[in-house]
C-alpha cells in the first residue's frame, strides 16, 4: 500500500517525467526526429550532385547529337568510324592505346 500511496500523491510528477521521456524520445528518433532529419540532408546532397552528373552527361550527349543532326561534322564522324569499327586510310598505322 506504501507504493500505491506514493503513486497517487506523486502522479503528477511522473506524468511530467513521462510525458518529457516521451517528447525527447520522438524528438530525436524517427522520420521526422533529429536523426532523420540529418539522413534526409545527406540524402538531398547525395542527388544534388548526381543531378548535376546526370546533367552535364545530358549536355554532353546533346553536343555529340547536334554534330550529327542536319549539318554534318565530318571529323567527328571520322572520330566515331576510327573509334568504333577501328577503320583507316591506306598507309596509316593504327595505335590503340588503352587507358
Known sequence: MNFLDVLKKRKILFLNI??????????LSGD???LGY?????L??????TKIKLT???KVLENKN???SENLNFD?????????????KKEE??????D
Not at 538531398?44 to 550532385?49: F, Q, V
Not at 567527328?76 to 583507316?88: S, T, Y
Open 18 to 27: 513521462f510525458l518529457f521521456l516521451y517528447i525527447i524520445f520522438n524528438l
Open 32 to 34: 521526422r526526429g533529429l
Open 38 to 42: 540529418f539522413e534526409k540532408n545527406k
Open 44 to 49: 538531398e546532397k547525395h542527388l544534388l550532385e
Open 56 to 58: 552535364n552527361e545530358i
Open 66 to 68: 547536334s554534330l550529327l
Open 76 to 88: 567527328f564522324i571520322d572520330i566515331l568510324i576510327r573509334d568504333k569499327l577501328m577503320l583507316g
Open 93 to 98: 598505322i593504327i595505335i590503340k592505346i588503352n
